[in-house]
């Protein structure tokens, strides 16, 4: 028997009372130890909680980051996806200009018809440009992005 056990009374309501007597008898302990037991359990219970609230709030954060991320990522190559198709058709413009310059007849002087063939080619080569250098600067920009909420996240 320990006595280094200080006494303690203990004031209760009836039905709490019989709760801890049915769990104590069921468990095979007296009231006392089912109460230390239950005191015990509420400490351990009480720490995994908090640790849960904690790393909980950090996974929020994490999903809402990686959700921001990805909402942006999928924005943009929806724009680059867009770009690259506007780009392919202007290829095929292109070559189709070309083809039609090369096939017209070849006089030395420029015909009005061969002037607006290179002038519809200058146009379709630089919308074409335009559309690399726009898909350039998204990436850019993404690539920004990212490390800004790679250097957040530290």
Excluded: C
């Amino acid at each position: 028997m320990q006595t280094d056990i200080a006494p303690f009374g203990l004031r209760m309501q009836a039905p709490l009372k019989e709760k801890i007597k049915e769990a104590a008898e069921k468990n095979g302990r007296s009231m006392n130890a089912e109460i230390i037991y239950r005191l015990e359990e509420y400490d351990k219970l009480s720490a995994a909680l908090d640790f849960a609230m904690i790393n909980g709030d950090r996974a929020h954060q994490f999903a809402r980051t990686a959700s921001t991320a990805l909402t942006k990522v999928v924005e943009e190559s929806t724009e680059i996806t867009n770009q690259w198709v506007d780009l392919a058709r202007n290829q095929e413009e292109m070559a189709q200009l070309f083809n039609n310059f090369v096939e017209s007849d070849n006089n030395a002087k420029m015909s009005d018809e061969k002037y607006e063939i290179v002038v519809k080619f200058a146009e379709k080569f630089k919308r074409t440009y335009d559309n690399i250098t726009k898909t350039r600067e998204i990436i850019e920009k993404y690539h920004d992005i990212t490390e800004e909420d790679a250097t957040e996240e530290k």
